[in-house]
């Protein structure tokens, strides 16, 4: 009763005094709301929303509609926008590029790629009459490149003669004729290299050229090397196993690959794998010409000790490769220095574990006792299970590969699990969570590798101004992301080299 009276008084008392108010003052009127200017800041968040929208939408065309093409020896293509255009193995062999774009009315881009024998001119005559074609129907802004054996690198020493020079001069001297002709005068910009290095051609933009020693050898050119090859591996582990599938994927046969393993678990694996196996390390090296060193660090000087006391009477060691983490040249080419002083040759290599399903990544580096042959080789063997092989110019950088590449693969698996763990917070079932989670960085991963695009680029495209992107990434700068990944690669590279000093000798 004294609620319902209380709250009636209440009610009355306000609108007597509403009243009273009325008669005696004059109440202000509400500011003016500009209705017109409303409406048009609206609109234009409306076309502006719809603009970013088909923004995104053409990029996700484009990079739908992207294609990457690969031209083989004896070939040539065509791309256009976006596609991209590789060769490698260019040794003896002749790699033109030439783009132009499009006015008029028109749009886009043209590029194309030649990769030809020496002697073997069909694939870039070809090729330039595509060129001329498209000039004629209003290709302009032309660019070429030449890639081509300088005469000069085909030395007395190794059997050629003058005669020989010249033919391969006279080859290049119709190449920047057929060159010039074909783009209406435009001379190509020419890069000479010695014949025994293996050079490629990259096209991913208008005049977005590539060239030089590629890295990322082709596998199938040093096929026959690696076939005719011993191979053997000391340690028949995860990566081991890694190696030997990829490389019995290029072709290589089984029987020429002998693996030493202690355990009987991972030595049935290999068996089951069609290789040679053996419990010996001196039996798998004994006739080897590339050996694999695929031990943990901790039993390196063992195993390397072990191998050296049992070559004394070999004519010839083998190319060693080392994949043994943190593990220098020095302490390498101490343990195997045989007992007259010979030192094999040695490739210290970072691998890392997406190499298990052909996606890995290497760092590999030599000093200069190892040819330019004996490089090749290495290449070709990680390249069976790499899509990035790196060669880098000093040792210490190798415990950088560690740190970015070698140890990578655990942050991405760690960022993964974090967000699924977030998002079942949240509501989503941990299957959800899990598949979107590992969907949304395999395409990422994807975009990173396939597109022209800077990873800050890329970032920009998905960030919405005062978007949900843009609120997660203001989190994570806040949370210092920047600091927590750059402690992270210092710490394992810093870990790297503890190991080396550690672990290596005396």
């Not at 202000?28 to 609109?43: K, L, S």
């Not at 340690?235 to 990829?246: F, H, L, S, V």
């Not at 800050?456 to 806040?478: K, M, Y």
Request: glycine letters at 8%; aromatic letters at 6%; a negative charge.
């Amino acid at each position: 009763m004294y609620f319902t009276k209380t709250i009636s008084t209440f009610l009355v008392g306000a609108l007597l005094a509403t009243s009273a108010v009325g008669e005696l003052t004059q109440v202000p009127r509400r500011a003016e709301v500009d209705h017109n200017a409303i409406r048009e800041a609206t609109y234009l968040e409306r076309v502006q929303k719809r603009d970013d929208s088909c923004l995104k939408a053409i990029k996700k065309r484009r990079l739908l509609a992207r294609e990457s093409k690969t031209i083989g020896v004896g070939d040539w293509n065509h791309g256009k926008d976006q596609d991209t255009l590789t060769t490698t193995g260019l040794a003896t062999c002749y790699g033109v590029a030439i783009t132009g774009n499009y006015d008029g009315g028109k749009t886009g881009d043209d590029r194309w790629l030649s990769h030809a024998l020496e002697a073997e001119r069909d694939p870039s005559e070809a090729m330039f009459d595509a060129v001329e074609e498209a000039r004629n129907n209003g290709l302009k802004g032309l660019y070429a490149l030449l890639v081509y054996p300088d005469a000069s690198s085909f030395k007395n020493e190794d059997d050629w003669t003058d005669e020989d020079r010249k033919d391969v001069q006279d080859e290049h001297d119709w190449y920047v004729q057929w060159i010039t002709d074909a783009t209406g005068g435009v001379a190509p910009e020419e890069k000479g290299h010695d014949y025994k290095e293996s050079w490629g051609i990259k096209i991913n933009s208008f005049k977005g050229i590539q060239s030089g020693r590629f890295l990322h050898i082709n596998v199938v050119k040093m096929t026959s090397q690696l076939q005719k090859s011993k191979l053997a591996f000391i340690g028949g582990g995860n990566m081991a196993a890694a190696i030997i599938g990829g490389l019995a994927a290029k072709g290589i046969d089984k029987q020429n690959i002998c693996v030493s393993e202690p355990w009987e678990v991972n030595r049935n694996k290999m068996k089951e794998a069609g290789v040679r196996t053996t419990e010996s390390n001196i039996e798998a090296s004994k006739d080897a010409d590339l050996l694999v060193i695929a031990v943990k660090p901790q039993v390196a000087k063992v195993v390397c000790q072990e191998l050296a006391g049992a070559w004394a009477q070999r004519s010839a060691t083998p190319l060693i490769i080392s994949i043994a983490a943190g593990i220098t040249l020095d302490s390498m080419k101490e343990w195997l220095k045989l007992a007259d002083g010979r030192v094999p040759h040695i490739v210290r290599v970072m691998p890392n574990t997406p190499a298990l399903v052909g996606e890995g990544a290497s760092g590999l580096y030599a000093d200069e006792s190892v040819s330019s042959s004996e490089k090749d080789l290495a290449t070709a063997l990680l390249a069976s299970v790499s899509k990035a092989t790196e060669w880098v110019d000093r040792e210490e950088l190798i415990d950088v590969v560690t740190g970015l590449s070698g140890s990578g693969p655990a942050y991405f698996f760690a960022m993964v699990e974090h967000m699924i763990e977030s998002a079942t917070k949240l509501g989503l079932s941990q299957e959800q969570a899990t598949r979107l989670a590992k969907q949304t960085c395999l395409g990422a991963g994807k975009m990173l590798v396939e597109s022209t695009e800077e990873p800050s680029q890329l970032r920009r495209n998905v960030t919405s101004p005062n978007g949900t992107t843009a609120a997660a990434l203001e989190s994570f700068e806040t949370s210092g992301f920047k600091d927590i990944v750059d402690k992270a690669v210092k710490a394992a590279t810093s870990r790297g080299e503890e190991l080396g000093k550690t672990l290596g000798k005396p």
